[in-house]
């Protein structure tokens, strides 16, 4: 399966002074637990690979 998704952005700031926007991605829909299995609290490992490509994984 494949959906489409828009990278928004965080701002984030410090007491000192603010930090640079990053980019943020928020992963919420019933595709979720219903083909991927994953549930609230699992674990899971987020591999970066090249440009454009993120693996997630669940731990067993």
Same mark, same amino acid.
């Given at each position: @399966?494949? /959906? =489409? @998704? /828009? !990278?928004?952005? =965080? +701002? *984030?700031? *410090? $007491?000192? *002074?603010?930090?640079?926007? #990053?980019? $943020? &991605? #928020?992963?919420?829909?019933?595709?979720?637990?219903? !083909?991927?299995?994953?549930?609230?609290?699992? *674990? !899971? /490992? #987020?591999? +970066?690979? $090249?440009?454009? =490509? !993120?693996?997630? /994984?669940? &731990?067993?």
């Amino acid at each position: @399966m494949k /959906t =489409q @998704m /828009t !990278i928004s952005s =965080q +701002y *984030r700031e *410090r $007491k000192s *002074r603010d930090l640079d926007i #990053v980019p $943020k &991605l #928020v992963i919420a829909n019933h595709f979720l637990k219903n !083909i991927s299995g994953l549930s609230v609290s699992d *674990r !899971i /490992t #987020v591999e +970066y690979l $090249k440009e454009g =490509q !993120i693996i997630i /994984t669940k &731990l067993t």
